[in-house]
């Protein structure tokens, strides 16, 4: 079976760093575009980055500058840095793998920006 787990969330102060985890197994992960999206208390999920099985990277406006996603194929497993954080980047982030109509998703985990 498919299982996507991801791991590294927390409580940061703004200004502070995080970096998450989202380690893959059942999938051939080489092959499928991996994302990172995000749910803020009473808003609608949305799309944070996106890194396709040839690396190229897409990453939403309000991070650009700040994130980064990456990807390890010999481990299975997708990042995302997350550097000068702020209140706004509270959410449940969540890991999504996707490829041609087949999509699944994490768990999420959450992460607070707070002093």
């Known amino acids: 079976q498919v299982q996507l787990v991801e791991s590294g969330g927390g409580l940061v102060q703004p200004g502070g760093s995080l970096r998450l985890s989202c380690a893959a197994s059942g999938i051939i992960f080489n092959l499928y575009t991996m994302g990172w999206y995000r749910q803020a208390p009473g808003k609608q999920r949305e799309l944070v980055a996106t890194?396709?099985?040839?690396?190229?990277?897409n990453l939403a406006d309000s991070v650009k500058g700040r994130f980064t996603i990456s990807r390890d194929n010999a481990k299975s497993t997708v990042y995302l840095q997350m550097n000068s954080l702020k209140p706004e980047d509270t959410a449940v982030y969540y890991c999504?793998?996707?490829?041609?109509?087949?999509?699944?998703w994490g768990q999420g985990t959450q992460v607070t920006v707070s002093s």
């Open positions: 999504n793998a996707q490829r041609f109509n087949y999509e699944r």
């Open positions: 890194i396709t099985s040839g690396g190229n990277t």
